[in-house]
């Protein structure tokens, strides 16, 4: 029986099938979906609380009870962003996205940010769940469900991005490489993804084909000495690291090197046909990571620095005092401080928020990473320069 009567009364006239307005295009909104066919309160949202519930508790099957796992949130979104009640924040304080327990919301359009969403989804059992927002969420939401097994609705793939994923799919699932250090290194790869870091004497360092793939584009590369036998570590970025490292590192040295962040990147890669062989190029979205090459003498003295500015029982003064360098790193954390006390009035809040950002301040010392500069301001340091009479001057014009 249709509502439109009801709706027309509600509304003042009848309703009418228009696209989306522009601002609503902008939230971009990830929420489970109840397949049809199933049961009332027996779809992913009243599942979900059971679902995360039993892969977090190991509670057992058919239990009862209601578990707060309705707004499980995995670890990893928990040290990706700065979460505050049910809002969501990037480190440098701009809003991610806004947990509303069974509606995930966010204005970006940012892949390991629509990737989180789909962590929360999965962990809260969502077996199914329904996109909107903007074109490039909806794909990324689509591709990142995809790969953990989620059924989605509000993206429909081309035949060329379903036909990539599932050879993307595949190539991730296949077979593991006979060869051991073949596969020893595609561990090491992922584990780069995630921030590893490598540690060895550094024996060279320069650019050439990506891998040693004559058909591959060219990339930088440093060689280490391991413990396990030498390493090989390639990204664009290593050369930037490499040449500004703040210890200096050269060959020879005792070396870690860490990838701290990732970012999204449009790259050429190879293009191949179904029987591997290469195509042509095309243009694809990737992430590259940005790296850290640092003397370990230097990151064993940073380790010092960065339990000192986590000493909560020591003041600012006390411990630039001690650690000069550690100014700006705790003008930052005042800066996060003010920001708090202005946005919210909740004094617990505040806290966490400022708990929050002196363990994401204390990390990024301790990996070594430059630390925040002193900001003065241009008056601050303008002199006034002295006037000079010249009298020929008025002459010359």
């Known amino acids: 029986m249709s509502r439109e009567p009801e709706d ?44 995360a519930t039993r892969t977090a508790e190991n509670a057992t099957p058919g239990s009862g009870s209601k578990s707060p796992q309705s707004r499980a949130i995995p670890d990893g979104v928990f040290e ?47 077996g199914a769940i329904a996109v909107s927002g903007t074109e490039r969420f909806r794909k990324e939401a689509w591709v990142a ?10 993206y429909t793939p081309t035949e060329l991005e379903q036909a990539q994923l599932v050879r993307a799919l595949a190539k991730h699932r296949g077979p593991l490489p006979a060869d051991k250090s073949e596969a020893a290194r595609s561990a090491e790869d992922r584990q780069a993804q995630r921030g590893a870091a490598y540690t060895g004497k550094l024996l060279d360092h320069g650019y050439d084909t990506y891998r040693r793939d004559p058909l591959e584009g060219s990339s930088y590369f440093v060689r280490l000495k391991t413990k396990e036998g030498e390493r090989e570590v390639w990204g664009v970025d290593l050369e930037r690291a490499v040449k500004h490292s703040l210890s200096g590192a050269k060959i020879g040295d005792e070396v870690t090197v860490r990838a701290v962040r990732r970012k999204a990147v449009t790259v050429s890669a190879l293009e191949r046909d179904e029987e591997g062989e290469v195509i042509g190029r095309k243009r694809k979205d990737a992430h590259r990571n940005e790296w850290i090459v640092e003397r370990t003498d230097f990151l064993a003295e940073r380790q010092r620095v960065a339990s000192v500015f986590r000493d909560e029982k020591l003041t600012p003064q006390a411990a630039v005092k001690k650690h000069p360098e550690l100014q700006g790193s705790y003008l930052k954390l005042q800066a996060v401080r003010l920001g708090a006390e202005r946005d919210f009035k909740d004094p617990k809040t505040r806290q966490q928020l400022l708990d929050r950002a002196r363990v994401l301040i204390a990390e990024s010392i301790e990996r070594g990473e430059p630390l925040d500069p002193v900001a003065l301001r241009e008056n601050a340091v303008r002199r006034p320069q002295p006037r000079v009479h010249q009298p020929d001057a008025q002459r010359a014009r």
Request: overall charge positive.
């Open 8 to 51: 027309q009364k509600r509304s003042g006239k009848a309703r009418k099938r228009t696209p989306a307005a522009p601002a609503a295009e902008t939230e971009n909104i990830l929420r489970p979906l109840k397949l049809r066919g199933q049961a009332k309160g027996k779809g992913p949202e009243a599942e979900a609380s059971v679902s």
């Open 145 to 154: 469900a995809q790969a953990v097994g989620l059924t989605v609705k509000g």
């Open 80 to 126: 990706r962003f700065i979460g505050i009640g049910g809002k969501y924040y990037f480190p440098d304080g701009s809003p991610a996205f806004v947990d509303r327990g069974q509606k995930l919301t966010t204005r970006s359009e940012n892949v390991e940010l629509v990737r989180s969403l789909v962590s929360i989804a999965q962990a809260r059992g969502w």
